[in-house]
């Protein structure tokens, strides 16, 4: 549907060319990274050698991509972009709302099970509200922000209080 309705938006009328190399130094980015992050869970000493070299190589990926995409005309990551306050602050509590709804769909089922010792099929139940009310409630934000153009107030204070909610 967002596709169909936005086929008559103006474009630049020039065709842009890929950025395969930001692509794949980004690629090798994650993937070194979490491959790092993984092997080091073992805490064995080659494993923890392998983690090294890995995260080593996401470091390294890491400075040659964003020294690649501050090079390069039409860049895969726009990192001058991120210079702008609002969009930094922005993926800032992007990243919290993420990393907090993560650690609580994690952490809850674990709880439940473990703490509580409620069954498999309970604790799917029992997250349904959870799923129900992130639904609605970015339906209900989004609605709200349009309308009104407030836009880092909604945020902020959700993450204010899943944060106190979760303690």
Request: proline fraction near 6%; glycine fraction near 12%.
């Amino acid at each position: 549907v967002v596709t169909l309705r936005s086929t008559g938006l103006p474009g630049h009328g020039e065709r842009r060319p890929f950025d395969f190399l930001g692509l794949g130094l980004l690629a090798l980015f994650v993937a070194s990274v979490l491959i790092g992050f993984s092997r080091a869970s073992s805490m064995t000493p080659s494993a923890l050698l392998e983690a090294g070299a890995m995260l080593a190589l996401g470091v390294l990926s890491l400075l040659l991509l964003l020294r690649h995409e501050l090079r390069t005309p039409f860049p895969l990551l726009p990192i001058k972009l991120m210079r702008t306050p609002v969009i930094w602050r922005a993926n800032g509590l992007v990243a919290c709302h993420g990393a907090s709804f993560v650690g609580m769909l994690t952490f809850l089922p674990v709880y439940l099970g473990v703490v509580r010792g409620v069954s498999l099929a309970d604790i799917g139940w029992l997250l349904l509200p959870v799923a129900t009310g992130v639904g609605v409630g970015s339906l209900a934000t989004a609605q709200i922000t349009s309308r009104t153009g407030l836009t880092a107030i909604f945020p902020s204070v959700g993450l204010t209080i899943s944060t106190a909610l979760m303690v």
